[in-house]
């Protein structure tokens, strides 16, 4: 008999752990809180307790061929980054295309999950759902919790002396809806995340003046790179990869420092990170410098304290008549619904080994999938975390020691500390490419490039100086997809789709160009050679 897993939450981790399931033989019952699947992207109007949220205007940081389902790219016509409507619809119709709604119970809240009492035994979990009022009770195989980090806001009131007399008004980014409301406002914006940068770019527009309180500071990075391509197109391939680790620490972060400021001199904005040797997450907004250069956004220091309607700044300078003041100070990594036995949050972060199994349980059958902050998209990170687990449940595939788990685990957490600092916001920050190839040699599926170049040369170049998308970790192993090679190929041909909307048909080609270039180097060396022998 099939062993039967619970998925809890229905949306980006959700719906690709479904699948998961399915491609293992085993049978996923999803628990979905809300009416509807796609979690964090599903946009409301109001927010709505327990589960993430959006603002309307939410645009992806990451593109669509480097976002996408492994097994499912995204339409050609789509934009290269998308809005959260869009988005949705991609995951409808993944959704759709796979059969995945049917294994799916909406509008069912999990009130707990704990060991079964012959857990030492089976391994199994009891699990406690409400709907309509009604509570059930469950047990099952295995338990993959798929709901986010970013459903509790943290709103860190302590660190901001004299606030409680402060009489204006304040909420945190995640009841940010849109900028109705802010017309002739002061506002004042704590934090530098991508949610501080876009609402403060869109507010000011309506607002009286905004400002942004940020401590550390950040690095801010357009979506669109060289040539004009999307950004993570361009930065994340293997031959990039493997230069970055080859290179002394110093001059990787004198190369990463000259990239970011060659859009513009962060210093100059104010918006230098205080601490340049760490690796940071920079924030993408292609407004922001320019609402800066244009005076609607003032980007400030640390604050030292609120009056009842000011903010005194750490270097002195005061705003006053603070109409509203909106915390951007992130999110607590929650999972009310699970015994603390089986997790306990410390430090903002939870031991996983390899960020998905908790490394002390006697049992392989609970996962936590899409707790993590990769440089780069969660979506084919939280799916090859899923791939992974499933065969884990089904026993393809084991776990170490207890030992041997701790051991990675810590040095994991210094290697993060080491790289991307203390602070509670880079709790599960991870590299991108280095942690997909590590789930995929545990998978089976990351592509052996010296096997391809003997095989398949053109992939294994495509592979190795492309970028480093979803497709290739479907090219061999479990779950392996014919489409994948095809994928890959014409990948470039979805990223121009959607911006080349007009054609001039008179206009010379790349090769006109190109010929006319190397006529003219031939010309200069010609003459050269005749002033030289004259």
């Not at 099952?140 to 007399?165: R, S, W």
């Not at 402060?166 to 945190?172: E, M, P, Q, R, V």
């Not at 609402?199 to 990075?221: D, H, L, P, Q, Y």
């Not at 979803?470 to 489409?483: D, S």
Request: charge should be positive; aromatic fraction near 12%; proline fraction near 5%.
């Amino acid at each position: 008999m099939a062993k039967r897993i619970a998925v809890i939450g229905a949306g980006v981790s959700g719906l690709t752990s479904i699948k998961a399931c399915l491609e293992e033989g085993l049978e996923p019952t999803c628990f979905e809180q809300s009416n509807d699947i796609g979690g964090l992207w599903r946009f409301t109007e109001k927010l709505e307790e327990g589960r993430a949220s959006i603002y309307y205007s939410v645009v992806t940081n990451t593109s669509k061929e480097m976002t996408c389902f492994s097994d499912f790219p995204m339409p050609e016509h789509f934009p290269n980054f998308l809005h959260n409507s869009k988005f949705l619809q991609y995951l409808h119709l993944y959704a759709k295309h796979f059969d995945l709604l049917k294994y799916i119970k909406l509008k069912t809240t999990v009130l707990r999950i704990e060991k079964s009492q012959d857990y030492s035994i089976s391994g199994q979990w009891a699990v406690v759902t409400e709907k309509d009022g009604k509570q059930e009770f469950f047990i099952f195989d295995a338990v993959m919790v798929c709901t986010g980090h970013q459903n509790e806001a943290y709103i860190p009131l302590k660190d901001f002396p004299g606030f409680e007399k402060f009489k204006g008004n304040y909420f945190h980014s995640q009841n940010y809806k849109d900028p109705d409301g802010f017309m002739g406002k002061t506002v004042l914006i704590i934090g530098m995340g991508n949610s501080a940068a876009d609402i403060a770019a869109e507010i000011c527009r309506k607002a009286k003046k905004v400002f942004i309180s940020t401590r550390n500071g950040s690095w801010v990075m357009s979506r669109v790179d060289d040539n004009g391509y999307p950004w993570d197109t361009i930065f994340h391939t293997r031959f990039k990869n493997m230069i970055q680790n080859s290179l002394p620490w110093f001059l990787l972060q004198w190369m990463i420092e000259k990239k970011m400021n060659q859009w513009f001199n962060h210093e100059n904005y104010g918006l230098v990170p205080k601490n340049r040797s760490l690796l940071k997450e920079p924030v993408f907004n292609d407004d922001l410098p320019s609402r800066i250069l244009c005076g609607a956004v003032t980007v400030k220091p640390s604050i030292k304290e609120f009056t009842e309607t000011s903010a005194i700044f750490e270097d002195g300078s005061i705003e006053e008549n603070v109409d509203i003041v909106i915390f951007a100070t992130g999110y607590n990594v929650a999972f009310p619904f699970v015994d603390k036995s089986v997790i306990e949050v410390t430090d903002n972060r939870i031991p996983l080994y390899k960020h998905i199994f908790p490394i002390h349980l006697e049992k392989p059958t609970f996962a936590i999938i899409g707790l993590i902050q990769p440089l780069g998209s969660i979506m084919p990170t939280s799916e090859l975390q899923a791939r992974w687990a499933t065969r884990v449940f089904k026993g393809l595939s084991s776990l170490p020691s207890v030992s041997t788990m701790v051991a990675d685990t810590n040095q994991r957490n210094e290697r993060r500390i080491q790289r991307f600092g203390t602070s509670r916001n880079q709790s599960i920050q991870t590299d991108f490419i280095e942690y997909l190839d590590e789930l995929a040699v545990e998978l089976e599926s990351k592509p052996n490039l010296f096997s391809l170049l003997l095989r398949d040369p053109k992939l294994a170049m495509m592979i190795f100086f492309g970028p480093c998308s979803p497709f290739q970790f479907r090219l061999m192993g479990p779950g392996k997809w014919a489409g994948a090679r095809d994928a890959i190929f014409t990948q470039k041909e979805r990223v121009i789709k959607p911006t080349k909307t007009r054609v001039v048909g008179n206009s010379p080609s790349y090769k006109q160009f190109f010929l006319l270039k190397i006529s003219g180097i031939i010309v200069v060396l010609a003459a050269l050679f005749l002033i030289s022998t004259n």
